[in-house]
């Protein structure tokens, strides 16, 4: 029995590389489906051996997805249920699957998420960067000058930056970050849950040097976290625009610190500084 009598899509995350991240869940789903839709057959098949399982798989990567829609429908609707998977982590997430899941479901099918491993909130959730507000970009463009042309459209963003990349591309990766974001934090994960999982941190120059002296730095996947841009106060124009908004908002019965929450995320600038300007109007309007 599934978790449903009708038909599903379950997308299944799975180990990135510590098989007991596997959650109980997903593993007895993935034992009671009549289809596993996996990126790579040959890769999902030793996970599936060592559960001691054989069912039946589907390769469904970035060459064929569009042109599995139609095969993987006629299985749910026949009342199958399939576990898409990919190679390691959560589908979807700079994974296959995309494609699928929204054409399922503009048909109406019933998609169960199977939540677990994923490499991007493992490694926030060690890196020491704030993680309340974060931008995954996923894998940089391979060539020089497009990844540099989209660091460079990244300078200003206040969030902490998130980027996975493989091995041969990362000192190229380092060098243009250390180009164009100078001498902010970088953190990077490697090998995450594996025997050799290592954090690196550092201006991306200091990381450069690292990798250089020690090349098995280098090996592996990586997720690379970078500090994002300093808060810029708001201009002349926008702190008038500001006391304006703060006013109303006060006037309309709006907490201090929500009107400075809202003030900052529409314009810019500090929330601490209009939180300061939202009491200080506060107290002038109580006397």
Not at 118 to 140: E, K, N, W, Y
Request: aromatic share 4%.
């Amino acid at each position: 029995m599934t978790d449903s009598n009708s038909a599903s899509l379950y997308v299944v995350a799975t180990p990135i590389g510590n098989l007991e991240d596997l959650s109980p869940r997903a593993a007895r789903l993935l034992g009671e489906v009549a289809l596993v839709a996996a990126e790579d057959t040959r890769h999902t098949a030793r996970l599936l051996r060592h559960l001691g399982l054989a069912v039946p798989m589907l390769s469904l990567h970035e060459h064929n997805e569009a042109a599995r829609v139609e095969q993987l429908d006629a299985r749910l609707v026949a009342g199958e249920s399939i576990a898409l998977v990919s190679d390691a982590g959560t589908p979807l997430i700079s994974d296959p699957g995309f494609v699928l899941v929204r054409e399922l479901r503009a048909r109406g099918r019933r998609i169960v998420p199977v939540p677990g491993p994923c490499a991007l909130v493992a490694a926030l959730s060690a890196a020491g960067l704030p993680t309340d507000r974060f931008l995954f970009q996923g894998f940089l463009p391979a060539k020089g000058a497009a990844r540099r042309g989209r660091l460079e459209a990244l300078v200003a963003r206040e969030e902490t930056l998130v980027f996975y990349e493989s091995p041969h591309r990362i000192r190229a990766t380092l060098a243009d970050l250390g180009a164009t974001l100078g001498e902010r934090r970088v953190v990077l994960a490697r090998e995450l849950t594996k025997t050799f999982e290592t954090f690196l941190e550092g201006p991306a120059a200091a990381l450069l040097a690292r990798l250089a002296e020690d090349p098995d730095q280098a090996r592996g996947e990586f997720v690379v976290m970078v500090a994002g841009a300093e808060a810029q106060a708001p201009g002349e124009a926008a702190e008038v625009e500001g006391e304006a908004l703060l006013a109303a908002l006060l006037g309309e019965g709006v907490g201090v610190k929500q009107a400075a929450a809202v003030v900052a995320r529409t314009l810019g600038g500090a929330k601490k500084g209009w939180y300061a300007r939202a009491q200080a109007l506060k107290d002038q309007a109580s006397r």
